[in-house]
Nanobody
Framework: QVPLVESGGGLVQAGGSLRLSCGTSERTSLQYAMGWFRQAPGKEREFVAGIKWRNGNTLYLDSVKDRFTVSRDRAKNTMYLQMTGLKPEDTAVYYC???????????????????WGQGTQVTVSS
């Protein structure tokens, strides 16, 4: 497990943008996959986006793939989620996660991730 710290959440109007960051103080192995999940009140945690540390392959939730972009800066051991065109239904606590994974693409299931951040609130007003 690696310690993860998210930042960048906040309150934004519909149509606005936010960028979330997820950093670790430890060097991230090239075998890592990292992901963003979110959980709205009364709903289950869902996969939003993920990225493989080595090759940069990404996966997205269908409802965000044209609006959100996941990226990583290997030199800074940091993953980002650039969110544009935000909608009220994007309101949730966003979590970053990491796991050792040798697949070509990052996993989508939360149970496949071993390390989690504390979460950051994103609120989109209509």
């Amino acid at each position: 497990q690696v310690p993860l710290v998210e930042s960048g959440g906040g309150l934004v109007q519909a149509g606005g943008s936010l960028r979330l960051s997820c950093g670790t103080s430890e060097r991230t192995s090239l075998q890592y996959a990292m992901g963003w999940f979110r959980q709205a009140p009364g709903k289950e945690r869902e996969f939003v986006a993920g990225i493989k540390w080595r090759n940069g392959n990404t996966l997205y939730l269908d409802s965000v793939k044209d609006r959100f972009t996941v990226s990583r800066d290997r030199a800074k051991n940091t993953m980002y989620l650039q969110m544009t065109g935000l909608k009220p239904e994007d309101t949730a606590v966003y979590y970053c996660a990491a796991t050792l994974n040798t697949n070509i693409y990052p996993p989508r299931e939360s149970t496949d991730y071993a390390s989690w951040g504390q979460g950051t609130q994103v609120t989109v007003s209509s």
